[in-house]
């Protein structure tokens, strides 16, 4: 059975930098397109970033391009997201979430009903 967990999560103040880690168990971490999305209280789950299988292409929100940058490590079946410069406006419970079925080599979906596999989700909360 596929698991997948993020963890890295917490308190931070504006303009401090965190990051955040998600591992899949129970099945082969590199046949998985990978994302992260936030949802914020009282708001939708949005996209934030995504990357494709081999890790060579990345997207991003508008809202965090340029601050966030997503990467994996196959080998440790590990995805990651480093948060730099962060807001009170990204105040959120990050999910991770991952599909193997996606195209490959395409840019992944920012809609998410596309992934099939979702972590339980991280707090991250910035003060100002």
């Known amino acids: 059975q596929v698991h997948m967990a993020e963890s890295g999560g917490g308190l931070v103040q504006a303009g401090d930098s965190l990051r955040l880690s998600c591992t899949l168990s129970g099945h082969t971490f590199g046949n998985y397109v990978m994302a992260w999305f936030r949802q914020a209280p009282g708001k939708e789950r949005e996209f934030v970033a995504s990357?494709?299988?081999?890790?060579?292409?990345?997207y991003y929100a508008n809202a965090v391009k340029g601050r966030f940058t997503i990467s994996r490590d196959n080998a440790k079946s590990e995805l990651y997201l480093q948060m730099n410069n962060l807001k009170p406006d990204d105040t959120a419970i990050y999910y991770c979430?991952?599909?193997?079925?996606?195209?490959?080599?395409?840019?992944?979906?920012?809609?998410?009903?596309?992934?099939?596999?979702w972590g339980q989700g991280t707090q991250v909360t910035v003060s100002s």
């Open positions: 979430a991952g599909d193997p079925a996606l195209a490959f080599f395409a840019e992944p979906p920012m809609t998410r009903d596309a992934y099939s596999v």
């Open positions: 990357i494709i299988r081999n890790g060579r292409d990345t």
